[in-house]
């Protein structure tokens, strides 16, 4: 079982890598989701018994049973992650909104409104909508 | 029990204000009475850890080899007492008349919730549920950062998501390997087992936690996140931050440091790159122009004081370091503060557009210059104790490149503290004939609080560098009261 893990290990972060470092935001944030199934890999790989062994056996016996807690963990750090991913786009969606170029970009100096002032104002609370 | 309802407080005031939407004045006076409440706390868990007592709970009193428990000791209950005495002054000064109602209502419930992940990160005594506390306020902080609106808050925000991304999913690889050589997370459980782990899965671990508490820390190769996203933050919420969350990356390495000590070279490595962050720090910040630019690469160069300290591993360079840490939180919350009524009175954020004619001026120049002197370490005021005890650590161990480098940073501290005294409060621009009106009469109270906590921080120096040094013992000295068990 451990040379798959590895293998997939190392696929999943080059591949990974490789987009993080793209330009375009989109890669970016797919780059950052393998990386991060990646590491998940390697955390579920840490019960030792490999990925297959269950948790719990029907007979109650405790021979080839894998360690729940890297398991537990996993799951954690998987929503955890999915809770990122979500966030970024929803992120990206915003800027595309705003007509900008989804690419990594510096950051401008300039305080410019992305959300139109009549909008803004609604949002705040200024102005009602009729 | 109390351990829990100190971390669940926070964490349900945030939920209920989001739930219940109510006036920004309203939210922000349960904020307040919430963050006044924790304040008396924290200083009640202080006052019970300061007599060597380790509080434990363990939920659901699953013990620890499954359970996770929180544990506090000195360590953390002085980070805790200062989270609680930031807050305070952040949620003082975070008006609904000067910030917007709107910007209000929406940061309050996520500065309760960054609140409570950070005390849970500061309790926690098991590094996954260090990650995830970690993640709570990495979250909040995204979501605040997104609050002014603006094309640019949105822009800044993606580098500091990417690279603190990146930075987790070392952190989580760091993990499985340690998990993997130690069979346990439980920080008090590691630091037994680290010794018979084999060396070279040993140092990939740890290296991995180190990058990754390097880059939440903002050390150099891995700041440049920090002033570029700090400076689009709401002011007040930019003081807590750069006040407590830089602080997050050195509470962890200070947590680790008793596992570091089994691969000196990361300690080496830890050290060289703080005495470089502390003099590249200050030479960035000094080309700055921009007002909380210029602070934020400050950030990095203090930041660096204060892990040059802890790669030094000794009792009294740990102690300096903690020391240095809540003396930097102080100082750097006020000059944001400061900051932030500057910009606002100017409608500028770039110093070369500030003008000194404004109402107020004379209370902030005082703050700005107790803020300043101490950062600047100028002896009545804290920064002279944290930098002279960094030094003396330093001197002791016989670092001496270590040492000119930091003395030529504190130097450059100095003169970039000139930089803003000269721009903002002793010139007016040439070109602006009249005085700009202010957008918001000045609200003295929060700037004047913070300078009164960098006072009494000052004047209290003694005791509390003893309880510094008693920390700084009981972290390295040895934990295994950390296990839950007693």
New interface residues.
Partial sequence: MVPVIAASVFILLTAGVYL?LQKT?LR?VIG?AL??H???L?????G?QGVVAPVLLPGGGTEGVADP??QA?VL??IV?AM??TV??FA?MA??AK?G?RME??P?????????PEAV?AE???RVTRQ | MSLALFFMLPLATGFLLLLWQLAAPISRRISLFVSIVLIGWAFAITARCGDGEILVHTFGNWQPP?GIAFVVDRLGAIFITLQALLLFVTLVALRPETH???TVRRALPLLMVATSGLFGAFMTGDL?SL??MV?LVL?SS?LLI?I????????????M??IN??A???F??G???L??ICGS?NIAEVIERIGGAPHGLRLAALGMLVAAFATKAALVPLCFWMP?TYP?LIAPVAALFAGVMTKLGVYALLRISPLLAHEPVLLTVLMWLGAFSALLGVLAALSQY?LRRLLSFHSVSQVGYIIFALGLHTVFGTASAIFFALHHSLVKSTLYLVADELERSNSS?DLRQMDFRRPGSVVLATVFGVAAFALAGIPPLSGFFAKLAVFWATFERGEWVGLALLVVASVFTLASMLKIWRFAFQRSPVERETVPTPVSTFYPAAVLMAAALIVVFSLAAGPIFRYSLEAAEQISGISSLMSGDR
Avoid: N, W
């Fill in positions: 993080v935001l970016v950052l990386v991060s990646a590491v998940h390697i955390l579920l790989a840490s030792r807690l890297p963990f954690t750090a955890i809770a990122m966030y970024l992120a915003a800027l705003s900008e990594v970009e950051v401008p100096d300039s305080d410019e409104a992305l959300v803004q949002l705040e609370g | 499954f917007g109602e709107h996954f990650f995830v993640e979250v995204y997104q002014p609106g603006t094309k640019r808050s949105l822009v800044s925000a993606m580098p998501i990417i991304m990146s987790s999913a070392l989580i690889a993990l499985g390997v998990y993997g997370l570029a689009t921009e954020r």
